[in-house]
């Protein structure tokens, strides 16, 4: 068995980073077994709009990125889409039922979901 320490630093990278999404897969077991269906959470508020608040700072520097021909543009629009996947994710998830509920998937299906695959589009693009 070859020592995660031997090799290329890319080859490293790629043992480190595939042990870790094995060694995940029993911890989201244990999540999904032990975790409740219900809960309050302090600073609910606070979270959301944080969130929202660096998506914000992330699309607005694509954007400038973007326009201005910056080669990290790439970067910005890959972690850019990420955050949109996880908002999309977690609004409808977490949306109790009736009109927040549709308008969580409402948001996801026309406007997250949408911009993520624009955003995913440019960092691949820059990344040819």
Not at 80 to 107: E, I, K, Q, Y
Not at 109 to 117: I, Q, S
């Amino acid at each position: 068995m070859r020592s995660l320490f031997n090799g290329s630093p890319r080859q490293r990278e790629t043992r480190l980073l595939a042990g870790c999404a094995v060694l995940l897969l029993p911890w989201i077991v244990v999540l999904a077994a032990t975790l409740p269906a219900h809960i309050v959470a302090r600073n609910w508020s606070m979270a959301w709009s944080g969130f929202d608040v660096l998506l914000a700072i992330m699309l607005g520097t694509t954007a400038w990125l973007r326009r201005s021909g910056d080669p990290r543009v790439g970067a910005f629009a890959g972690a850019s889409a990420a955050m949109l996947l996880v908002d999309a994710w977690f609004d409808t998830s977490t949306s109790a039922t009736g009109a927040d509920a549709l308008m969580a998937w409402g948001s996801a299906v026309f406007v997250e979901l949408p911009l993520a695959f624009v955003c995913a589009r440019i960092a691949l693009r820059r990344q040819r």
